[in-house]
C-alpha cells in the first residue's frame, strides 16, 4: 500500500513534469504548479471540515486524526498558491499582489488553518479534538462569505481586470498538462495525509498508553 | 428551563459581577481612549482624508478592545470553577453562551459609545451620507464581533496561552465581517456609495455565526 | 452515609466529577437512582456576589423560586440577608454556602468532595452536624474526607479506594485502619 502510493506519486509527479516543461507552451510554468496547489488546498480543507463534522458526531479518534492530517497538508498547499502567485504575478502584470477575491480568500483561508494548527498545537487532552472540530466548522463557514465580501468589495472599487474568467482561453494540451499534474499533486496530498494520519494515529496511542501508564504509578506510591 | 428564562438569568449576573468589578470596562475603555488619542497624532488627517480612513481606524481600535473585554469574560467562570456548577444544572448549555455574548455585547457598545464621540471630536467628523444608518453599522458589527468572539474566547480558555490565542482565532474569520463594518462606516461618512449592501453582508453573517454558536457551544463546554 | 477514604491519587475526586457527569470515563459507566446534588473541593461560588444573590442565580438554573434559595441558606445556618460578599465570608461560611448550593434542588444523592478542608475545628463539628441532620432526613450521602473521625458519628460505612479500585469497605473505622 505505501510503496504503491509512493510509486504512484513519484510517476505522476515526473509525467506532470515533462507535460508542464517540454509539451504544453512555454509562458508561465509556474501555472500548472499554482492551479493545482490551489484546487488541491480547498479540497484538503473541505475534507477537513467532513472529518471535523464527523469527529463531531462519531466522537472517533480517528476522525480526529484524519482532521489533523488534511489541515496540515491542506496549509503547506496554500503555502504553495501564495508564494508562487506573487512570483506568477509580479512578470505577467507587474504586480506582485492585488486583492483580488481568489488571492485574498486564499491568504484568508491560509490564515484561518494556520490558526486552527496554533489552537491545536497549545490545547491539551481530549478536548483538543473537540474544540479544534468547532473551530474547523467556523472556519469553513467563514470562506464562502469572505469570497463574496471581497468580490463585492474589489467590484466597488474599479481597477484594471486582470487575467480572464477561470479557465478561459486554456489550449487544449494546457488543460492537459494541468489536469496532469493536478492528478500528481493529488495523489502526492493523499499520499502525504496518509502518512500524517497513520503518524497522528500512533500519537493518539502513545498517549491513551501513557495515561493508563500514570494510573499505575499511583500503585507503586 | 426555557432557553430565554437561563439566559436572562445569566445576563444579569454577568451585568451585575461586572458592574462590582468593572473589569472589562475599565480597561476596554481606557484602552480605547488611548489608542484614539494615539492614531489622531499619528495620522493627521484633513477633513476630506480623514471621512475616508475614520471608518477602518475606528473598528480597528473597537476590534482591539472587544478583544480585551472578551480575554475577561471566561475567567470568572472559572474561578472556583462554578462552570462546573453550570454544567450540573438542567439549564441549557446555549443560554450560558447567548447571555454571555448579550453581556459582552453590553460591555463592548457602552464603550463604543464613550469612544465614538471622542473619534469624532478629534477627527472633526461631519458624515456626508445618512448618519442614521451608522447605528445600525454599529449594533450588527458589534454583534458580529461579540458572538464570535464570546465563542473562541470559550477555546482559548482551554489552551496554555488563553489571552494570545483569541485573537489569532477570532481576526482571520472576522475578517469579512470588519471589512463591512469598515466599509459601511466609510461610505456613510464620505457619502461616496451606498452602505446598505454591507449593512446587509453584515446581518447575514451575524445570522450564520449566531446559529453555529449556538449549536456548537454545548459541545465545546462538555468537551472535558 | 458513606465516607470515601484513600490516598492523593487514587481516583476519588475522578470518581466523583464522573458520577456527576462532568467528566467523561474511559470505560464503564456509573448508575444512580435518584437527583443529584454536588459540593466539590472548590466552591462553586462567585466571589463578587451576596450568598443569597449567588444561590438565586443557580436557583433560576433549577427553575426554583428564591423561596427555596432562603430555605437552603438557613438550613446550613447562614443568614439569608447577609449582604457581605462571599468574597469577604470565612473559609467555613463559604463550605456552608457551598453546602447549600449543593442541597437547592433538594436532591436524593449528595456528593461531597472534602467538605472539612481548610476549615477550623469549630466549623468542621458544625459541618459534620449538618450532614448527619442530612443523613436523617433520608439522603443518600458520599463524602470524600481526609478526616474520617470528623463522622465518626454519622457515618454508616466507609470504602477504601486504592489504584482507582475498591480495596476495603467496612462498617466502623477500626476496621478499615486495621
Redesign the interface.
Given at each position: 500500500m505505501k510503496n504503491l502510493l509512493i510509486a504512484v506519486t513519484l510517476a505522476l509527479l515526473i509525467f506532470g513534469f515533462y507535460q508542464a516543461i517540454y509539451v504544453a507552451p512555454e509562458e508561465a510554468t509556474i501555472f500548472y504548479y499554482h492551479v493545482p496547489s490551489a484546487w488541491t488546498a480547498m479540497l484538503l480543507f473541505f475534507a477537513n471540515f467532513l472529518a471535523s463534522i464527523a469527529y463531531l458526531i462519531w466522537r472517533s479518534p480517528k476522525s480526529d486524526a484524519w482532521a489533523l492530517a488534511f489541515a496540515e497538508a491542506g496549509v503547506v498547499y496554500c503555502t504553495i498558491v501564495l508564494v508562487t502567485g506573487p512570483l506568477w504575478a509580479k512578470p505577467v502584470w507587474g504586480i506582485w499582489w492585488t486583492w483580488d477575491a481568489r488571492l485574498t480568500t486564499t491568504l484568508v483561508m491560509w490564515l484561518i488553518y494556520v490558526a486552527y494548527l496554533m489552537l491545536r498545537r497549545f490545547s491539551e487532552g481530549q478536548q483538543t479534538a473537540t474544540i479544534a472540530a468547532a473551530l474547523a466548522v467556523f472556519g469553513f463557514l467563514d470562506v464562502p462569505i469572505v469570497y463574496m465580501s471581497i468580490r463585492w468589495w474589489r467590484t466597488q472599487h474599479p481597477q484594471p481586470v486582470i487575467g480572464g474568467g477561470q479557465g478561459s482561453g486554456i489550449a487544449p494540451e494546457m488543460k492537459f498538462a494541468l489536469f496532469a499534474n493536478w492528478a500528481a499533486f493529488m495523489a502526492m496530498a493523499a499520499m502525504t495525509c496518509w502518512f500524517r494520519y497513520q503518524i497522528a494515529r500512533a500519537e493518539q496511542e502513545q498517549e491513551h498508553a501513557a495515561a493508563l501508564e500514570s494510573l499505575k504509578t499511583v500503585e507503586v506510591h | 428551563m426555557t432557553l430565554w428564562a437561563a439566559t436572562r438569568a445569566n445576563l444579569i449576573k454577568d451585568l451585575r459581577l461586572e458592574w462590582r468589578s468593572k473589569d472589562a470596562l475599565n480597561a476596554t475603555g481606557f484602552f480605547s481612549l488611548l489608542v484614539v488619542v494615539i492614531f489622531s497624532f499619528s495620522f493627521e488627517p484633513t477633513a476630506e482624508e480623514a471621512r475616508r480612513i475614520a471608518g477602518g481606524l475606528i473598528w480597528v481600535a473597537f476590534l482591539f478592545a472587544a478583544i480585551i473585554a472578551l480575554n475577561q469574560t471566561w475567567a470568572r467562570e472559572l474561578r472556583h470553577h462554578v462552570l462546573d456548577g453550570y454544567r450540573l444544572s438542567p439549564a441549557p448549555a446555549s443560554a450560558l453562551f447567548l447571555g454571555k455574548a448579550l453581556g459582552n455585547f453590553i460591555f463592548v457598545a457602552a464603550v463604543e459609545a464613550i469612544t465614538a464621540p471622542l473619534f469624532i471630536i478629534f477627527y472633526n467628523l461631519r458624515a456626508v451620507g445618512d448618519a442614521s444608518l451608522l447605528i445600525l453599522v454599529f449594533l450588527f458589527g458589534t454583534w458580529a464581533l461579540v458572538v464570535n468572539g464570546t465563542f473562541f474566547a470559550a477555546l482559548s480558555i482551554r489552551t496554555r496561552n488563553r489571552e494570545v490565542m483569541l485573537p489569532l482565532l477570532l481576526f482571520p474569520i472576522s475578517v469579512p465581517a470588519v471589512l463591512a463594518m469598515v466599509q459601511a462606516t466609510t461610505f456613510i461618512l464620505t457619502g461616496d456609495d451606498s452602505p446598505l449592501l454591507w449593512i446587509k453582508l453584515l446581518i447575514g453573517y451575524d445570522v450564520i455565526f449566531t446559529t453555529a454558536g449556538l449549536l456548537l457551544f454545548p459541545t465545546v463546554l462538555n468537551a472535558e | 452515609m458513606s465516607v470515601l477514604l484513600g490516598?492523593n491519587?487514587?481516583?476519588k475526586s475522578t470518581l466523583m466529577r464522573i458520577a456527576?457527569?462532568?467528566?467523561?470515563p474511559?470505560s464503564g459507566s456509573v448508575t444512580l437512582h435518584g437527583t443529584?446534588g454536588?459540593m466539590?473541593?472548590?466552591?462553586?461560588?462567585?466571589?463578587?456576589?451576596t450568598g443569597m444573590?449567588n444561590l438565586s442565580?443557580?436557583a433560576?438554573?433549577?427553575?426554583l423560586t428564591d423561596s427555596a434559595c432562603i430555605a437552603a441558606i438557613s438550613a446550613v445556618g447562614l443568614d439569608p440577608a447577609l449582604a457581605r460578599?462571599v468574597r469577604d465570608y470565612s473559609q467555613g461560611m463559604r463550605q456552608r454556602l457551598s453546602l447549600a448550593?449543593a442541597i437547592l434542588n433538594e436532591p436524593e444523592i449528595l456528593l461531597l468532595d472534602e467538605p472539612f478542608s481548610n476549615v477550623d475545628i469549630a466549623s468542621t463539628s458544625q459541618m459534620a452536624k449538618l450532614l448527619g441532620e442530612l443523613r436523617d432526613r433520608g439522603k443518600t450521602l458520599l463524602v470524600i474526607t481526609h478526616q474520617p473521625a470528623a463522622l465518626s458519628k454519622v457515618a454508616d460505612e466507609y470504602i477504601v479506594l486504592r489504584?482507582?479500585r475498591i480495596t476495603e469497605r467496612s462498617r466502623t473505622l477500626t476496621e478499615v485502619w486495621a
Open positions: - | - | 490516598e491519587g487514587a481516583g456527576c457527569g462532568l467528566a467523561q474511559s443529584l454536588y466539590a473541593h472548590a466552591t462553586m461560588l462567585y466571589d463578587e456576589l444573590e442565580y443557580f433560576q438554573l433549577y427553575g460578599h448550593r489504584e482507582g
